[in-house]
């Protein structure tokens, strides 16, 4: 049974301080995505990783994959308020189905 | 506006009362799905479709049917609604067959009492 598993769950941090969510999965797939959630709102892709070793920027969130660990990281540098959410990994299931598995989410709040 | 439309966007019901909720997207997209969101547990996926006629079960199906006539609806049927299917319910889309980078409808509050 394919697993997804992040951590932290909640995170509460100051402003300008950088941390690390985390995602583990169980299964050998190279295809990770990681979405943010707003509260009272629908989720936005962030990032899609489709190799080991990939890497992706946008702003003060970097993402990462790596297959062979199983682990995708998802680093906050310096963060800001703007970015409290909640942020979810999501995994494509083995070859033979088309499912897709998320995390169970960080809620992440950015303190001022 | 590409998007992924869902309705109803709140509904409160009670038990066994039928219900259909609509799932529409206008990109041309082949893959589909329904994923339902609890506290706690995340978002888990209850269907999906590969293509026009093509379904599969996720990982929490029971309850729920779904039906895939055309390639831009994906609705979601509860026949027998219970309380445990209580839930925040979305739509997702993408481009390929298989699950890929999706896009989210706006979601339904679903209360069945």
């Known amino acids: 049974e394919l697993k997804v598993e992040q951590n932290p769950l909640f995170l509460s941090m100051q402003e300008g301080k950088n941390y690390t969510i985390y995602c583990n999965y169980s299964?050998?797939?190279?295809?990770l995505y990681w979405y943010r959630q707003d509260p009272g709102k629908s989720l936005e892709s962030l990032f899609v990783?489709?190799?080991?070793?990939a890497v992706k920027q946008e702003g003060r969130l970097m993402a990462s994959l790596d297959t062979k660990a199983r682990l995708s990281t998802l680093h906050i540098t310096a963060a800001v308020h703007d970015l409290s959410a909640t942020y979810f990994c999501a995994v494509e299931g083995t070859s033979g189905t088309y499912k897709y598995i998320f995390g169970t989410g960080t809620r992440l709040k950015v303190l001022a | 506006e590409a998007q992924v439309t869902q309705n109803p966007r709140y509904l409160i019901t009670v038990t066994g009362k039928k219900l259909t909720v609509t799932c529409s997207q206008n990109?041309?997209?082949?893959?589909m799905s329904w994923y339902r969101q609890d506290p706690g547990l995340g978002l888990r996926q209850i269907y999906y479709?590969?293509?026009?006629?093509?379904?599969d079960k996720g990982d929490v199906p029971e309850g729920y049917k779904v039906s895939r006539k055309e390639k831009r609806n994906f609705p979601l049927i509860l026949e027998s609604p219970s309380p445990n299917q209580t839930s925040l319910y979305f739509c997702?889309?993408?481009?390929?067959?298989?699950?890929?980078?999706?896009?989210f409808g706006p979601g339904t509050r679903l209360t069945v009492t």
């Open positions: 990109m041309n997209h082949e893959y």
């Open positions: 997702a889309s993408s481009l390929g067959h298989g699950p890929g980078e999706q896009y």
């Open positions: 990783l489709l190799s080991n070793g």
């Open positions: 299964t050998t797939s190279d295809r």
């Open positions: 479709s590969m293509n026009v006629e093509v379904t």
